[in-house]
T-cell receptor, first 114, second 112 residues
């Protein structure tokens, strides 16, 4: 695998609670991404980062925030989890977003909001 | 990014070549074709990508037509472990910041 660790791998939480998912990389790649995957929707981009403290929204960013204080860590936070955020979350990294280096994905975090 | 069209499902016998087609008729000149696959409950796995020339790596070959409106991913000797969903993605560079748009993909089933 591409040196990407997602934690936790599984989490069950209650509606209204805050949740933070962590993505850690050992590749020193500049770009990091958070996707979610749901049946019938494929993978959809939530947020991405193009450097330390540099982040931007993807197509489904409502209800999510991110932070990147170090090159190796990209955190995804659900401030107040809702049942619609039950999903599998994937982190990805790439060497550069401007050229055509491929994205490499972690093995995902399965989040259930009850 | 251009839209892609893939068959919903395909079958292949173990040991035979699997040829997965993809149409991307609206592809623009600076867009690359990428292939990923996803085995159940795992993260998508990068396979190969190309612009206009055919490409080959240790996993697969990518054949892009001269007009670039379609491509074929070839797994030369499919194994049971190649059973997965295969995604063909067209991706631009520049300010797209590496964003990938995943469609529904092709479910490839390799049978004994």
């Amino acid at each position: 695998d591409a040196g990407i660790t997602q934690s936790p791998r599984h989490k069950v939480t209650e509606t209204g609670t805050p949740v933070t998912l962590r993505c850690h990389q050992t590749e020193n790649h500049r770009y990091m991404y958070w996707y979610r995957q749901d049946p019938g929707h494929g993978l959809r981009l939530i947020h991405y980062s193009y450097g330390v403290k540099d982040t931007d929204k993807g197509e489904v960013s409502d209800g999510y925030s991110v932070s990147r204080s170090k090159t190796e860590d990209f955190l995804l936070t659900l401030e107040s989890a809702t049942s619609s955020q039950t999903s599998v979350y994937f982190c990805a990294i790439s060497g550069s977003g401007g050229d055509h280096s491929p994205l490499h994905f972690g093995n995902g975090t399965r989040l259930t909001v009850t | 990014d251009a839209k892609t069209t893939q068959p919903t499902s395909m079958d292949c016998a173990e040991g035979r070549a699997a040829n997965l087609p993809c149409n991307h008729s609206t592809i623009s000149g600076n867009e690359y074709v990428y292939w990923y696959r996803q085995i159940h409950s795992q993260g998508p796995q990068y396979i190969i990508h190309g612009l206009k020339n055919n490409e080959t790596n240790e996993m697969a070959s990518l054949i892009i037509t001269e007009d670039r409106k379609s491509s074929t991913l070839i797994l030369p000797h499919a194994t049971l472990r190649d059973t997965a969903v295969y995604y063909c993605i067209v991706r631009g560079g520049g300010t797209s910041y590496g964003k990938l748009t995943f469609g529904q993909g092709t479910i490839l089933t390799v049978h004994p």
